[in-house]
């Protein structure tokens, strides 16, 4: 599986939208863009996944650029419950055994 | 609520003991899976199973074995403890690969100290 580079960490103020951002510069084709985030002290927690084209759902949204070598899992109004570390993983489907190959992530702080 | 629950959340063994390590999921998936996780090496992949009495190895299955004798329930065995399977044990399931949306559910980790 291709491999991805996050920010170690970031900071944001409750309320205000945080940008994560993620860089697969060698992303295959039939590479899809999956994002987890783990609180403490809990098993990592799906976010959002897509293919090409942007996606939203009721948790955030992922920009992904239009060559596809990178993205950003975006959310609107963070809080503090939003605290984690967010983790950016490549998944081929066809290539692969089934399992996420999570790297370091970014350990997001929320601010009051 | 889908649902994946591990049959503990903290477990203190010795050196030597065997070690069972329960996984259960209620949302009849075909795919499970056994991660540790330790700080800076991340999420590494233990064993994984895609159908009852089917497993396979993952990146790190010594020292490991696993048993899924039903479709729900699928349990790590640690034959003989060691210090250095001190680890966070993380279970999760998935429907088939070829359903494409491929979200992996998680249970809340087993942290495990082997003294």
């Known amino acids: 599986d291709a491999k991805t580079t996050q920010p170690n960490s970031m900071e944001s103020n409750e309320e205000e939208p945080v940008h994560l951002p993620c860089n697969h510069s060698t992303i295959s084709g039939t590479d899809y863009i999956h994002w987890y985030r783990q609180l403490p002290s809990q098993g990592p927690e799906y976010v959002i996944h897509?293919?090409?084209s942007n996606v939203n759902n009721r948790m955030a949204s992922l920009a992904i650029a239009e060559d596809r070598k990178s993205s950003t899992l975006i959310l609107h109004r963070a809080t503090l419950r939003d605290a984690a570390v967010y983790y950016c993983?490549?998944?081929?489907?066809?290539?692969?055994?089934?399992?996420?190959?999570f790297g370091k992530g970014t350990k997001l702080s929320v601010k009051p | 609520d889908v649902k994946v629950t591990q049959s503990s959340r903290y477990l203190v063994k010795r050196t030597g003991e065997k070690v069972f390590l329960e996984c259960v999921q209620d949302?009849?998936?075909?795919?499970m899976f056994w991660y540790r996780q330790d700080p800076g090496l991340g999420l590494r992949l233990i064993y994984f199973s895609y159908d009852v009495k089917m497993k396979e190895k993952g990146d790190i299955p010594e020292g490991y074995s696993v048993s899924r004798e039903k479709k729900e329930r699928f349990s790590l065995i640690l034959e003989s403890a060691s210090t250095n399977q001190t680890s966070m044990y993380l279970c999760?399931?998935?429907?088939?690969?070829?359903?494409?949306?491929?979200?992996?559910?998680f249970g809340p980790g087993t942290r495990l100290t082997v003294t």
């Open positions: 897509g293919l090409t």
């Open positions: 999760a399931s998935t429907e088939d690969v070829g359903h494409r949306t491929y979200e992996q559910y």
């Open positions: 993983i490549l998944m081929n489907y066809g290539g692969s055994q089934g399992n996420l190959i």
């Open positions: 949302m009849d998936h075909e795919n």
